[in-house]
């Protein structure tokens, strides 16, 4: 298996350009199936976030065309997202999605929330069956070194996440948070945990549309707050101090006339747009609108600058781990596929030994009990003594990145076949081992 990733993030692309690779939850199960049956492809993963989307792949040959895929699937030219595009492959894909999952590379190292994004990736690509045999164990790894990174270190202690960071620019704009009203337009997760916070720094009212009105009626019950029709948002979003959006629309919902509008009818009193969607709900173009405040997903990091110096000791810790596990990893992976050489070569000479047996009976006569078993002690004594020198160094090039080569080495020396060929071979064919003679 090769593994191979490309992707883009908060890091390398502003979010004007993320936005336009950005993948609606609801396309994913499609998006991973397309992934999956692109030319060189065996399995896929797509992680798309508001500050990621990244392609995860198993190959079987060297190389797959993931920017193809990218250029197809998006309908975008290349040399408008390739100055921004990292690259890993092997040991380097493993170490970043490791890094990924334990919030190593997040804009705010040690948020939990992106493992929870992580999972709800893997769990639809598996449910197409994008992710099966090679990337399953991999990606269960990565959660597995989460969970450790959690548990052996404090990365994430007093959480940071872009809701909580939020809180901080509101309290910026507005000194205090009491009694300000917040309008929630998308009922996704982040902008729950955004109006939790708000709440508990001491926000009033909380209205909440979604396009589904049900769900802005369950959302709005957790807070005691009153749901708003989508179709209503217009004539309504003015009663808000605070306006928190995530829609997932392909394009913006809010726009300067928009704005105007809101002004007007609040008498000046300023408004904050926390814009956490990707593609943006709100045109930047508000910003300019003497009272209205709009933060996009990247503003937030600005706010984030003052954590890092707190988390850099136990993130250089979590960093120490990773490497650690990602060399464990790729052993394991080395050690399975060693052992069907290990398994062949000691199917092989039990066969030869088996034979020069079975030749040479006829002429020992009939012996005994105890002869017969001298006869095996014997035989099987020679056979390992001379395995243990090419099995030991099998298992030493187990722990060796050029372990191939020595595999390679012995299959050819012995003249072992690959497993693909004994599947294929059918079960009354048998090959004469070497060394048997007629």
């Known amino acids: 298996m090769n593994l191979h990733l490309i992707g883009i993030n908060h890091k390398s692309a502003p979010v004007e350009v993320r936005e336009r690779l950005a993948i609606p939850e609801a396309r994913l199960p499609e998006a991973c199936q397309r992934l999956a049956r692109h030319p060189g492809i065996q399995e896929g993963l797509i992680i798309s976030t508001c500050n990621r989307v990244e392609l995860l792949a198993a190959t079987p040959g060297a190389t797959a065309d993931l ?23 092997e040991r380097a894909a493993i170490r ?18 992106i493992l929870g994004q992580v999972k709800e990736a893997y769990a639809i690509a598996r449910g197409v069956g994008a992710v099966q045999g090679n990337l399953d164990p991999l990606i269960s790894r990565a959660f597995a070194v989460a969970k450790k990174v959690r548990t052996e270190t404090a990365v994430g202690s007093s959480s940071v996440s872009i809701a909580s960071v939020a809180v901080e620019l509101a309290k910026k704009i507005f000194g205090s948070l009491r009694g300000k009203s917040v309008y929630l337009i998308g009922a996704g ?7 939790r916070h708000l709440i508990a720094h001491g926000a009033g009212t909380i209205f909440v ?17 009153q749901a708003m029709r989508f179709e209503e948002l217009y004539d309504t979003v003015d009663r808000a101090d605070i306006i928190i959006s995530s829609t997932g629309a392909p394009h ?8 105007e509008k809101f002004l007007a009818k609040r008498k000046n009193r300023p408004m904050f747009f926390i814009d956490i969607a990707v593609p ?16 996009d997903i990247d503003d937030l990091q600005q706010a984030v600058t003052a954590h890092v110096a707190d988390r850099r000791k136990e993130a250089e810790h979590a960093e120490q781990i990773v490497e650690s596990e990602v060399d464990r990893y790729l052993q394991r992976l080395q050690t399975l596929d060693v052992v069907p050489v290990i398994v062949s070569l000691q199917d092989q000479f039990e066969t030869i030994r088996q034979a020069e047996i079975d030749r040479v ?14 006869l095996e002690a014997l035989t099987n004594g020679i056979v390992n003594k001379i395995l243990h020198m090419p099995i030991s160094s099998l298992k030493t090039a187990a722990r060796d990145p050029q372990s191939t080569t020595m595999v390679e080495l012995i299959r050819k020396m012995f003249k072992l076949r690959d497993e693909a060929e004994t599947a294929d071979k059918p079960a009354n064919e048998t090959e004469k081992p070497s060394g048997e003679q007629s």
Do not use: W
């Open 67 to 89: 920017r193809g895929f990218m250029r197809d699937y998006f309908h975008v030219n290349a040399a408008d997202f390739e100055p921004h595009l990292y690259e890993f492959r």
């Open 96 to 113: 970043h999605l490791f890094r990924v999952a334990c919030s190593l590379d997040s804009m705010v190292v040690g948020e939990p929330q």
């Open 189 to 195: 997760k982040m902008t729950e945990l955004a109006a």
């Open 209 to 225: 549309a979604n396009r589904t009105y049900d769900r802005a009626v369950q959302v709005a019950k957790k807070f005691n707050g």
């Open 252 to 259: 913006t919902i809010f726009r300067r006339e928009h704005g």
């Open 280 to 295: 943006r709900d709100v045109d930047p173009e508000l910003n300019k609108l003497d009272g209205i405040f709009v933060y």
């Open 361 to 374: 009976r006829g002429r020992l006569g009939k012996l005994s009990a105890d002869q017969e078993q001298a």
